[in-house]
């Protein structure tokens, strides 16, 4: 009987790594100006912490689709493939550096543009190489930087702003931000909203 259940956690362990778990919301005014995408790994979850069910129940109010996806990089691609329009990712932490590297390798479309708080990668030479991997992609980018976050997010944060002045990056800007747990999310919900209010100029 042992046997038999370690033999099942073990032939289950490579489909809980590509799980994919979604949860949406919709745009509340008519149309929808694309879909912002708020992307976790799955031992995150959907739709879990304040700032991310702000993001997620805000938005739409102002005329966005949005999408909370908890999916392992692999499956990524499959996931969002299925998201049809305009989309706009949402990234946090330790979660940004892999992605950042699987767009690099073109393993994934290119979204209409990039959010991210506090981006690093876990390892510290990938970390090393995110300022020139995201400046590389050309793509409007939100990059919410503040002095709570990770030292490795801390280590790069002035490089991420001189790779893409020196790739000449006009829709990149970089926001310093106090992000504290007892801060009122909807502050960064009015945040997003206005940078996604000037991409549509």
């Not at 979604?22 to 995150?44: D, M, R």
């Not at 991210?116 to 400046?135: F, R, S």
């Amino acid at each position: 009987m042992i046997r038999l259940l370690c033999l099942l956690l073990l032939t289950a362990q490579p489909l809980l790594a590509h799980a994919v778990q979604s949860q949406s919301f919709a745009a509340h005014t008519p149309g929808t100006w694309g879909t912002v995408v708020v992307v976790a790994l799955p031992e995150a979850g959907v739709d879990a912490g304040p700032r991310d069910r702000a993001l997620l129940r805000g938005l739409p109010e102002h005329g966005w689709d949005t999408l909370s996806l908890a999916a392992s990089t692999e499956a990524l691609p499959e996931a969002l493939a299925a998201v049809s329009g305009r989309q706009v990712w949402l990234v946090q932490g330790g979660h940004a550096g892999p992605l950042l590297t699987t767009l690099n390798e073109q393993r994934l479309t290119l979204p209409k543009a990039l959010v991210l708080i506090g981006p690093y990668h876990p390892d510290a030479d990938a970390n090393a190489a995110l300022p020139e991997q995201l400046a590389r992609l050309g793509i409007p980018v939100l990059d919410i930087h503040s002095r709570s976050d990770h030292p490795q997010a801390r280590l790069t944060r002035d490089r991420r702003q001189q790779a893409n002045q020196r790739a000449n990056n006009p829709g990149y800007r970089a926001h310093a931000w106090t992000l504290t747990p007892d801060q009122d999310p909807q502050a960064l919900v009015q945040l997003v909203r206005g940078w996604l209010v000037s991409l549509k100029r």
